[in-house]
């Protein structure tokens, strides 16, 4: 079946970067884009960007262009996600998440499977 | 920019039925994605499209779409169905993804 097996937890001071892996099996890996979505303590989701595996292009949120890196090693099938600079407000969990997409009069774009999470904490 | 608007929070009595909207000038080109999230859980993918529900899903979730606003609807909800709900979509002007704020169903 679909897997998305995550990094573990990161605890980063002000000004590091991080990067958090996202490991897929189950599928062919360079069949679906991946995304990036986060999640600050007792807040919403957060999309922050979308990379395709097959030649590696990304799409970033406005938000995080200039401090997200998107990329992929389709040698191990795994996806990576760094943000830079990372301040106290970037302490969240990380998700990867499968993207799908169906074309017609009106397209859609869902997400499926996630994976469980990376807890990132910023903190002194 | 790209804005998806959801109530922060709607309740349902048990067994009866519960319509959570979601609101964007992009979801007048495009259907939403809909995801269910418990406390401590990776979100759920519970319906997509317009008519669309992923295996394993009870048929009790449906959704609907017209103009700038989607819904999903719980007929019959479930104490199990007490979750935060986010709806998901793609703004093709400005070629970024975005979800909405989430909304807090409560389950009396």
């Known amino acids: 079946q679909v897997q998305l097996v995550q990094s573990g937890a990161e605890v980063k001071k002000p000004g590091a970067s991080v990067k958090v892996s996202c490991k897929a099996s189950?599928?062919?890996?360079?069949?679906?884009?991946m995304h990036w979505v986060r999640q600050a303590p007792g807040q919403g989701l957060e999309w922050m960007g979308v990379?395709?595996?097959?030649?590696?292009?990304?799409v970033s949120a406005q938000k995080f262009q200039g401090r997200i890196t998107m990329t992929r090693d389709t040698s191990t099938s795994t996806f990576y996600m760094e943000l830079s600079n990372v301040r106290s407000e970037d302490t969240a969990v990380y998700y990867c998440a499968r993207d799908h997409s169906l074309s017609g009069d009106r397209s859609v774009w869902y997400l499926d499977p996630w994976g469980r999470g990376t807890l990132v904490i910023v903190s002194p | 920019s790209s804005e998806l608007t959801q109530d922060p929070a709607v309740s349902v009595a048990l067994g009866q039925t519960v319509r959570i909207t979601c609101q964007g000038d992009s979801l007048r080109n495009c259907y939403t994605s809909w995801y269910q999230q418990k406390p401590g859980q990776a979100p759920l993918l519970v319906f997509y499209g317009d008519n669309k529900r992923p295996s394993g899903i009870p048929d009790r979730f449906s959704g609907s779409s017209s103009g700038n606003t989607a819904s999903l609807t719980i007929t019959g909800a479930q104490a199990e169905d007490e979750a935060d709900y986010y709806c998901?979509?793609?703004?093709?002007?400005?070629?970024?993804?975005?979800f909405g704020g989430g909304t807090k169903l409560t389950v009396l």
């Open positions: 189950g599928y062919t890996f360079t069949g679906n884009w």
């Open positions: 998901f979509s793609r703004d093709s002007i400005y070629n970024q993804w975005v």
């Open positions: 990379v395709n595996p097959g030649d590696g292009r990304t």
